[in-house]
C-alpha cells in the first residue's frame, strides 16, 4: 500500500515550498478555455498558504519542445490564479525559469505569498530529467510538493529529479487523491471487483488486461480490442477494428481468466456500419458473424444490457476506455449504458482518465463517479501495476 507523506504531514511555517502543480490548462488567442485544473489545484495551495509557507509554484504546459514560445507563457495562469485565489500569484517571467526574476521573487516572499514559475518545458533538460534544472529548482527551496498526477508516469526535472535535491518531498492532495483511489480500488477492492476496459487496441491495453486479471472477479471487454478477440475465437469480423499477432494472446488471456476463476466477458452482438462514418448504414449483428464490407464500431443492445447488469452486481468498479466509437453519436450507445449504469450504482466507480473520464463528463455523470482520474497515461500504468516515477520520487510517510 502506498504511505505518501502529504502536506498534512509536513510543517511549512516560514518555509520555501516549492509546488509542482498540472496548469496545462487549454489556451486560445491567450485566454484561458478550461480552468478546471486550476481550480482543482486550490486546495493544496490554499493549505500551504494558511500554513504560513513561501509558495512557489511551477507547471508545464503544451509543448513548448526546450525553448521559449510566447503563446505557451504561463503568465495568463498567474493573472487567473491571482483572481481565483483573491491573493497576488506574482510571475516570475524568466525564459530560463529559474532565473534572475525567479530569483529575486523567492528572495522577497513573505510568508503566506504566492510566486509562479515560468514554463518548466521552456528548458530542453526538464523532460531528460536533467542534473543542472534539477538543482537550480531545488536551490529555490526547502521543501517540495509534487501535486501533479497527469506526469507522474514521466520522470522529470520538475517532478522526480528536484527530489534528488530537498529533504522533504510530499505529495499535494490531488495526488493523494488519486494513489488512495486508484490504488485502493485496485490492490484492496471491495468485491466483487469489476473492471470494464474498450477503446481501440489491445496492443496497448495488454499489461492493464493481464495486471487485472490478478485482482478482478470479472473483466468487461469491449471497444476496437473486442473483434481481437473474436476473430481469435473463429469468427468473423469483416473490417472491423483486428490486431492479428495478438489473436493468440487474447486466446491466452481467456485461458488465464478461466484458470484463475475470473469471469471474462466478450460482446455477444455489436453494431456493425458499413463505413466508418456516422452516416453509415447499420445492422444488429451477433458477435462473430460481421460480414466482408462492414465493421463493428460499437456494444451491441443486448451486450450494452449484460454490461449494465454486471455492473449492477459490483462493488468496486474501474473503467478505462470506451465501448464503442462514442465520438459518432450513432455508436455511442454501449458507452452510455455503461456510463449509466456506473453513474446509477452505490458502488465505488473509478472512471481511468482519457477517452472515458470524457465521455462520462460529456454525459453529466461526471459528479456521479467515486474518482475521475485527471491522469490519462498515468492512470493507465497505475492501473497495469507500475511504479510511477512521480509517485516513487515522493517521500514515504
Ligand atoms: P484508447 O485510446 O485505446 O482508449 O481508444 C479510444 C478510441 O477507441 C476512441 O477514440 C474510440 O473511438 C475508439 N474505438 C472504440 N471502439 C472502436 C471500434 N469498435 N472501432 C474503432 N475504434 C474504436
Given amino acids: 500500500m502506498l504511505n505518501k507523506k502529504s502536506v498534512d504531514d509536513i510543517n511549512v511555517k516560514g ?4 509546488v509542482r502543480c498540472d496548469f496545462n490548462v487549454p489556451m486560445v488567442d491567450g485566454k ?8 482543482a489545484a486550490l ?3 490554499k493549505k500551504l498558504i494558511a500554513d504560513g509557507g513561501k509558495i512557489i509554484l511551477c507547471s508545464h504546459m503544451g509543448k513548448p519542445k526546450g525553448e521559449p514560445k510566447p503563446e505557451l507563457s504561463l503568465a495568463p495562469v498567474a493573472a487567473r490564479l491571482s483572481e481565483l485565489l483573491g491573493q497576488e500569484v506574482k510571475f516570475a517571467a524568466d525564459a530560463t525559469v529559474v532565473g534572475e526574476n525567479a530569483k529575486a521573487a523567492v528572495e522577497a516572499m513573505k510568508d503566506g505569498e504566492v510566486v509562479l514559475l515560468e514554463n518548466t518545458r521552456y528548458r530542453k533538460e526538464e523532460t531528460k530529467n536533467g542534473e543542472e534544472f534539477s538543482k537550480e529548482l531545488a536551490s529555490l527551496c526547502d521543501v517540495f510538493v509534487n501535486d501533479a498526477f497527469g506526469t507522474a508516469h514521466r520522470a522529470h526535472c520538475s517532478n522526480v529529479g528536484v527530489t534528488e535535491y530537498v529533504d522533504t518531498a510530499a505529495v499535494g492532495y490531488l495526488m493523494q487523491k488519486e494513489i488512495d483511489f486508484l490504488g485502493n480500488a485496485v490492490n484492496n477492492p471491495e468485491r466483487p471487483f469489476v473492471a470494464i476496459l474498450g477503446g481501440s487496441k489491445v496492443s496497448s491495453k495488454i499489461s492493464v488486461i493481464e495486471n487485472l486479471l490478478e485482482k478482478v472477479d470479472t473483466l468487461i471487454i469491449g471497444g476496437g ?3 481481437t478477440f ?4 473463429g469468427g468473423n469480423v469483416g473490417n472491423s477494428l483486428l490486431e492479428e499477432d495478438y489473436c493468440e494472446y487474447a486466446l491466452n488471456m481467456l485461458k488465464k481468466a478461466e484458470e484463475k476463476g475470473v469471469k471474462l466477458l466478450l460482446p455477444k452482438d455489436n453494431v456493425i456500419a458499413d463505413d466508418f462514418s456516422n452516416d453509415a448504414n447499420t445492422k444488429i449483428v451477433a458477435t462473430g458473424e460481421i460480414p466482408e464490407g462492414w465493421e463493428g464500431l460499437d456494444i451491441g443492445p443486448e451486450t450494452a444490457k449484460l454490461y449494465a447488469e454486471t455492473v449492477k452486481t ?4 474501474v473503467w478505462n476506455g470506451p465501448m464503442g466509437c462514442f465520438e459518432m453519436p450513432n455508436f455511442a450507445a454501449g458507452t452510455e449504458a455503461v456510463a449509466k449504469a456506473l453513474a446509477e450504482t452505490d458502488a465505488v466507480t473509478i472512471i481511468g482518465g482519457g477517452d472515458s473520464a470524457a465521455a462520462v463528463n460529456q454525459l453529466g455523470y461526471g459528479d456521479k463517479m467515486t474518482h475521475i482520474s485527471t491522469g490519462g497515461g498515468a492512470s493507465l500504468e497505475f492501473l497495469e501495476g507500475k511504479e510511477l516515477p512521480g ?3 515522493a517521500n514515504d510517510k
Wanted: glycine share 0%.
Fill in 32 to 39: 484561458i478555455t478550461d480552468e478546471n485544473r486550476l481550480v
Fill in 43 to 45: 486546495p493544496t495551495i
Fill in 391 to 393: 509517485v516513487a520520487a
Fill in 225 to 227: 480490442m473486442a473483434y
Fill in 15 to 18: 518555509l520555501k515550498v516549492l
Fill in 230 to 233: 473474436a476473430k481469435a475465437l
Fill in 314 to 317: 459490483a462493488k468496486t468498479v
